[in-house]
């Protein structure tokens, strides 16, 4: 088994052990292997472990190594431009990173205008940490009943980035993330069921998913330094 393999059953086995911490099944949450300056060779090994999921968060990188693996669920994870948003939508399974009302209607208008329609996560910042995007908690709800006025988008749930530290003194925030998605998700507008909520990486993967997540972002702990 070569290293890749061994670091991601590895996590494999932490997912288990924090899942069953929180008496959640393991089985509902899913890795996304980061591949931020990850190679080819690597992206391969990864895929023979058993990795499906692999997420990028520049928009070059995405549109090559999807061009490479396009029966692959590709993530995209980084912050995107409104005019990169051509590039991103159709490709990615999932969009992790929509920060703000803006941004979710120019998807709507590419992926309309495709026929297709693009499933997307509202991302938050419910730290209050002015470095990190998102659009804060309260623009979350009135970002969502926007969204069904668009029929090119289907928001699935949330995405938080925690910021950094010890994971006991973020997890505040993975837990105050999973309210406000519950509350959300209470709502029900127009049957909207909101099903994913996108929080952890590498240092804090397992507090996020004792708070709730049903899914991590994780590259260093797969991929190496």
């Known amino acids: 088994m070569n290293a890749i393999a061994e670091r991601y059953e590895s996590i494999r086995c932490a997912v288990r052990d924090a899942a069953d911490a929180a008496d959640r099944d393991p089985d509902e949450i899913t890795i996304v292997a980061v591949t931020k300056h990850v190679g080819v060779t690597e992206i391969q090994k990864a895929i023979v472990a058993g990795c499906k999921d692999f997420g990028e968060n520049r928009v070059q990188e995405f549109l090559g190594k999807y061009g490479l693996f396009p029966d692959l669920n590709w993530h995209f994870i980084g912050t995107l431009q409104t005019n990169k948003v051509k590039d991103v939508v159709g490709r990615a399974h999932l969009i992790h990173s929509v920060e703000s009302l803006r941004l979710l209607e120019h998807i709507d208008r590419v992926a309309e205008a495709h026929g297709i329609v693009q499933d997307v996560l509202l991302q938050v910042n419910v730290s209050g940490e002015q470095s990190k995007h998102g659009m804060i908690p309260e623009e979350a709800e009135d970002t969502l009943r926007a969204s069904l006025e668009m029929p090119g988008v289907r928001v ?9 530290g010890r994971p006991e003194d973020v ?34 993967f397992r507090v996020a998913i004792e708070e709730g997540a049903t899914i991590i972002r994780v590259g260093r702990a797969i991929f190496g330094r």
């Open 171 to 204: 997890r505040w925030v993975f837990r105050d993330t999973a309210r406000l998605f519950a509350s959300l998700a209470s709502m029900r507008f127009n049957g909207m069921e909101l099903t994913d909520l996108s929080m952890g990486m590498t240092n804090d």
């Open 156 to 164: 699935r749930g949330l995405m938080t980035i925690a910021p950094l």
